[in-house]
């Protein structure tokens, strides 16, 4: 069984930083897709980034190009989410997420997912 634990979220203020963590646990993800989707409270749940499991490849929201660097450690099973220069529009909970289906932007290309950890950007 496939879970995926995400942590490191918590309150900074506009122009900080933080970095999510997730560690996965009860497959071998060799050939998978490994992502971040994030939601605001009355809001749809939208993708933020993924990078295949080589870390060959990476893909972003526009929202958060040159702010946001995903990647991952297949050593330990873990994926992490470097946020720079954040602001309100940021204020989501972010969810780790799993899949095969390619680097995809919808909620329907990835098969498993954390139960999400809050960012909250504030003065």
């Known amino acids: 069984q496939v879970q995926l634990v995400e942590s490191g979220g918590g309150l900074v203020q506009p122009g900080g930083s933080l970095r999510l963590s997730c560690a996965a646990s009860g497959r071998t993800f060799s050939g998978y897709v490994i992502g971040w989707f994030r939601q605001a409270p009355g809001l749809e749940r939208e993708f933020v980034a993924a990078i295949s499991w080589s870390g060959y490849s990476t893909r972003y929201t526009e929202s958060v190009k040159g702010r946001f660097t995903i990647s991952r450690d297949s050593t330990k099973n873990a994926m992490y989410l470097q946020m720079n220069s954040l602001s309100p529009e940021d204020t989501a909970t972010y969810y780790c997420?799993?899949?095969?289906?390619?680097?995809?932007?919808?909620?329907?290309?990835?098969?498993?997912w954390g139960q999400g950890t809050q960012v909250t950007v504030s003065l």
């Open positions: 997420v799993v899949g095969n289906r390619g680097l995809g932007a919808f909620t329907d290309d990835y098969d498993y």
